[in-house]
């Protein structure tokens, strides 16, 4: 009995090392160990988004990803996230008033989700999600007082089922409020309420949601907006939470916006975060959600850093979004631009991250190659070296330092590693830097783009997608614009000829496809002009179509 009695230890000791090796932990229901607002700001970040999964609609697979498994945390933890934010729409799953029940099996997926990234020691935050724009922001002004209770009984129930969850899990009151119908200012005043009266009632609920950590949002989650109209609840243990995907014409890529990084621009999105910091210092802060989807990588890496460092300069934790298709790749466990990810990682660590100027280099068929000078924006990194594939270059050989901040590639070493007619990339110069993250230089050899087939019209009054068949030689697109041929009218904002990137047209491989929307209202007999704009910046495509 007594060596039974000890094979049977050795085999839980044995067990319980290999659980705790693998990063798990079975200490998320049951215990709490208060934790102060701004400690866990700092331990939570950087933090990472399950975005379009349980907040899909109206189910976790409908947006195109797959269902959720642990093993996703186990790849975000190993990236080195801290926390997770796990968006959850409600409204499908609930039935009518008065009671409001959400659906059982809903309520379970939801736990059994939040306990994988639980079991991985993750901070975990969820909360009512697209909720927001589905019911909250249309029936606040037919009915108010029963608006605020279908949104109480919605809070009781998720209150009640993780009332006895550590202090690893996080509640968020609504994502993005806005409310239809009313002034900006009375919908300031409402978030305010709903922020109070759900505080109220979460500390009511029992277990250990009276110490809880609570992110309040102000309207639209908007720093502008929470200088203005928020006002926080008297309570220790609340964390402001502000969203930021600023300038939206960058982020969304909209209205040809290709470009970020001026000075202006660096100091309009220091003011955009400092004012909260000024306004509410005592407060905790997480930007909840960020990202950008632009296209122009160097840009969007450039943005993203300096994102990181500012929210770092006012001790805010980060949260990136990532919808399944933004970046990580659910399915086949793959980031999908590393060099982002990396540099989100290592910007919220405090290291500097380098950058080089131009981002890629575009080298034009044909076109003499000379040495190409390669400006470096170090932030107190220092060069070790640039490699090309496994072998490190020779400096002066291969490239020369003119400066600190400057390196010269010679014509030579660029010859070797362009391919006659090969379009696209034909190598990777990898710079390696003493802090910063490895920055790969795309060589790419391109030649003008050419339209190989185009719609013969559009139809007026029968709006249809428009697809154009491009060679693009090497080139990107990066913007349309479209306008009436004789009067040079914009034919989708009244403002500009430019159209609303990805909302408004997709790639897929050689296929252009500009959205039916961009259509609608057409006049027939009208002439729509349609200029294609590529990287490298400055080569164009251009074509015009009848509207019948």
Known sequence: MKITGVIVLLNLLFFL?????????????????????????????????????????????????????????????????????????????????????????????????????????????????????????????????????????????????????????????????????????????????????????????????????????????????????????????????????????????????????????????????????????????????????????????????????????????????????????????????????KIIINASMGNPNAFLNPGILYLKEKQEIKDIVISLELNENKLEGIYLGERKLDLNKDYILLKNDQVLLKSSLIKTIIKPGVYGRNGILMFKFTKGVDYPLEIIQYKDPVLLDKPFNIISGVPMDAKFLINFNGTKLCAIKIFDAKTGRPIRDSWTPYLRGWDDFNVVESQVVIRKQVFENLQSGTNLKIIFEFFPEGVILDTTVPVL
């Open 17 to 341: 090392i290999i659980f705790c090796n693998q990063g798990y932990s079975s200490s998320y229901k049951g215990s709490f160990s208060y934790i102060d607002p701004h400690k866990a700001v700092e331990e939570m970040d950087p933090g990472w988004n399950l975005g379009n999964s349980l907040d899909a609609i109206p189910d976790e697979t409908s947006w195109g990803n797959p269902k959720t498994e642990g093993y996703i945390f186990d790849d975000i933890k190993k990236t080195g996230f801290k926390s997770v934010r796990i968006p959850v729409t409600w409204v499908d799953h609930m039935g009518p008033a008065p009671d409001y029940n959400v659906d059982e099996a809903w309520m379970n997926r939801v736990e059994e989700v939040v306990n994988m990234a639980l079991e991985r020691d993750l901070f975990v935050i969820i909360n009512v999600h697209h909720d927001s724009w589905r019911w909250l922001s249309k029936e606040m002004k037919q009915d108010k007082e029963e608006t605020m209770r279908k949104l109480e009984k919605l809070w009781e129930q998720i209150a009640k089922r993780f009332k006895d969850y550590s202090e690893k899990l996080i509640f968020e009151i609504i994502n993005e409020p806005t409310y239809e119908g009313f002034s900006e200012e009375e919908a300031g005043k409402i978030q305010n309420e709903v922020n109070e009266r759900i505080l109220k009632l979460i500390r009511n609920s029992g277990g250990f949601n009276d110490k809880r950590l609570l992110v309040i949002p102000p309207l639209l989650t908007d720093t502008y907006k929470a200088e203005k109209y928020l006002i926080p609840p008297k309570d220790e243990n609340i964390i402001i939470g502000i969203h930021y995907y600023s300038p939206w014409d960058f982020v969304a890529n909209w209205w040809g916006r290709k470009t970020w990084g001026s000075n202006k621009d660096k100091a309009q999105m220091d003011n955009d975060i400092r004012i909260v910091r000024e306004k509410f210092p005592n407060h905790a802060f997480i930007i909840g959600e960020f990202g950008v989807s632009n296209g122009n990588k160097p840009a969007e890496w450039y943005f993203i850093d300096n994102l990181i460092r500012t929210a770092k300069k006012y001790k805010m934790a980060t949260f990136y979004w990532d919808n399944g298709f933004d970046n990580y790749d659910r399915r086949n466990r793959m980031w999908r631009d590393e060099v982002l990810v």
